[in-house]
């Protein structure tokens, strides 16, 4: 079973670019859809216990939500490998997509199963997170294939084209799916979550005919005797994960270790600092193989531990100031009271307006530019910035507030937060997975991309679980402590960028 990737046959493009690309543009839109539209609804309800939601407390729906969104970007890693080794990108994308909708119809279940709220809600989300795991880094991965023999300028071209499709599906998945979970149910959000996921795997089926060859198993990978000792290895690896699960409820359950959600998910941010320092530690001492290999790695290092340190921040949208905008947020625009889950969309419409500008800055700088750690500390301290201004606006909550509509900041607030930390975002997260890139030595470059993928991951994980402090912590005070964290390590980024510039050895 093997291909290449065909030459565009006359007519198969649109606007410039192969056909496929639309397929694959079309198909992302959908995913992320799906996945952000879930995402504006879950906190809001994990926590709502007055119109059929979990009613749980905020400390352990923060976990929860830290959990899933830190599993999403964690199984990328085994979802690539799987693509790779076994089934290919294009099969990998199908399954994936099958596997999330699966998920987001099992958490609209309680509508046509009363009374199964808990086991449909877990499952569902373990659906979620392994269907994403297959499908993200996978049908990015076929948009590259699509370019592989063709200009840099036009294969970017083509990423910005796709990267426009992730945050129009963004931007419509918030506005969709929150409308009709707040206003008529919350497993009617989940279900039109599914259904827009359904609708990205008809087209993809549709329009793989175009891909011409893009995302198969090819090469070593596809001989009979390396997909036998593929299948092997993730046989081993799924039994030692079943085992090492049972082993662990079997421990909670019998009372051996007082296993809580909250306790699991602070254990598992400490295990991947650990393992992720031994991990760049065992790569500068033994895997590379000179000074500047070396101390280009410990610089993806210090990348990885900025990334990590920002989506903590960023990802507050989901928790944190989900739970402001619905708490302590004068929601009523003209008589009418704006969904909560409305808000989401509000980074993803200033990504599309902004990322032109962004890119725009850049190339009119030219050699000005600023350096990778200078970007890095500027999108850290936007980030601070952010933070300020709703811990700034937090002082003039009213004291009856809470769970009031009417009642509140004005939701210019959180607009402004938004504003902040997407430009923040525009400065540091392009950079940063071009700058792993360039910096990590070619026989390790899927490493420490996976690397940068596990920070986001980390990221995720700690931002569900800082969320945990809103209701124990005054929201002036825990966003000003978030935005002191972020800025002081931003300024650290530009204080020491000429000695990280000396490591990078010539890395723009």
Known sequence: MTATTAPQAAGSEVFGHPRGLMTLFFTELWERFSYYGMRALLILYMTDAARGGLGMETEISGAIYGLYTFGVYALALPGGWIAD????????????????????????????VPGSEYWSFYLGLLLVVIGTGLLKPNVSAIVGDLYVNDTPQRRDAG????????????????????????????????????????????QYARGTRYLNGAGELTGEAAEAGKLTQARRQLFVGLAVTL?????????????VVNLTVVGFAKTTGAIVVIVAAIYFAAIIAF???????????FVIFLLFLGAAM?????????????????????????????????LQSVNPIFIILLAPVVGMLWVKLGAN??????????GLVLLGVGFLVLAWGSLYVPANAAGDPAVGVAMTW???????????????????????TKLAPHRLV???????????????????LVSSRIESLPPEQLFFVVASIVVGAGLLFMLFSRLINRMTHGVK
């Open 159 to 202: 990423f910005s084209i796709f990267y426009m499709g992730i945050n129009i599906g963004a931007f419509l998945g918030p506005l969709i799916c929150g409308w009709f979970a707040e206003r008529v149910d919350w497993h009617l959000g989940f279900s039109l979550a599914g259904i827009g996921m359904t609708l990205g795997l008809i």
């Open 446 to 464: 899927g490493q420490m991309m996976g690397t940068w993928f596990m920070g986001a991951a980390l990221g995720n994980l700690v931002a569900g």
């Open 243 to 255: 085992a090492l699960t049972v082993g662990i409820y079997a421990l909670g359950a019998s009372g």
């Open 85 to 112: 080794r076994i089934i290919g990108q294009r099969q990998a994308v199908f399954i994936g997509g099958v596997i999330i909708a699966a998920g987001h119809f099992t958490l609209a279940a309680p509508i046509i």
């Open 287 to 297: 895997g590379c193989h000179d000074k500047v290999e070396r101390q280009r790695v």
């Open 310 to 342: 920002f989506w903590s921040g960023f990802e507050q949208a989901g928790t944190s100031m989900n739970i402001y905008a619905r708490d302590f947020t004068d929601r009523v625009f003209f008589g009418w009271e704006t969904p909560t889950s409305w």
């Open 414 to 436: 959180l607009v402004v937060t938004y504003f902040f930390h997407t430009v923040g975002e525009l400065a540091l997260s392009p950079v940063g997975m071009s700058s792993v």
């Open 369 to 378: 530019n600023p350096s990778i750690p200078v970007k890095f500390g500027l």
